[in-house]
């Protein structure tokens, strides 16, 4: 069981469409993270929002666009994406978003661009 | 930056005997190490952590050691069963000029043959 749900949990897309990610936390938490996980690299932090305020944007190319309306629901709306994005995209949510707190995971969005 | 390297990459054990996995990481400020097990086609789910005001940390047959003066952090499973076989990542916080994040491991596929 998960607190954290993701939509869709697979996803194949051609590189001009245009498709979103949605996550959404049931945990009460104010942070909220966006990740990208590919075969045989480590987890890359992409997007924070704390507070439903961006408060981190780690050099993620413009294609990604995320959107927290609130701080149950955090969204990744993706636009003519590339092949090498081909990958499992994993939301968490933390109480706050401070170093010493946990991050508990959704189970991911694979997405596949043809 | 942080950097969090994890051994093995892959790691065989029979039932019933003990598995580790260590990590090492560079940053001396770091001050959480989290433990993370995966399932296929789930999410990351933590599975311990131990903040470094503390040496070790035990649940169950999982416990985590902390040496921060050689920056290095181990995990121990005690009793393996079949369903401890999974994908395990370390990782540890990272603080720089107002970011705040996790830095992951590479990961550590863990098989406990029945």
């Known amino acids: 069981e998960t607190g954290v749900t993701q939509t869709p949990r697979h996803l194949v897309m051609g590189m001009t469409n245009k498709k979103s990610l949605k996550c959404e936390q049931h945990?009460?938490?104010?942070?909220m993270y966006w990740y990208k996980q590919s075969a045989k690299k480590p987890l890359e932090l992409m997007f924070v929002y704390s507070l439903e305020e961006r408060v981190e944007n780690n050099s993620v190319p413009s294609r990604f666009s995320p959107e927290c309306p609130n701080s149950s629901h955090l969204f990744l709306h993706l636009h003519t994406l590339q092949p090498e994005d081909s990958a499992l995209y994993l939301c968490a949510s933390s109480q706050v978003h401070e170093l010493n707190q946990p991050q508990h995971f959704g189970d991911g969005t694979r997405l596949s661009i043809l | 930056g942080e950097n969090v390297e994890q051994h093995p990459s892959t790691l065989s054990v029979q039932e019933g005997d003990s598995a580790v996995i260590k990590c090492t990481y560079s940053?001396?400020?770091?001050?959480?190490f989290p433990w993370y097990k995966q399932e296929l086609g789930k999410g990351p789910q933590l599975i311990i952590d131990?903040?470094?005001?503390?040496g070790e940390k035990k649940d169950q047959r999982i416990a985590v050691t902390l040496n921060k003066t050689a920056k290095h952090f181990s995990l121990h499973i005690t009793e393996t069963q079949p369903e401890d076989s999974a994908v395990y990542f370390c990782a540890a916080s990272y603080m720089d000029t107002g970011r705040r994040a996790l830095t992951f491991g590479s990961g550590t596929r863990l098989q406990v043959q029945p």
């Open positions: 945990l009460g938490h104010n942070a």
């Open positions: 131990i903040r470094s005001n503390v």
């Open positions: 940053d001396s400020a770091s001050n959480y």
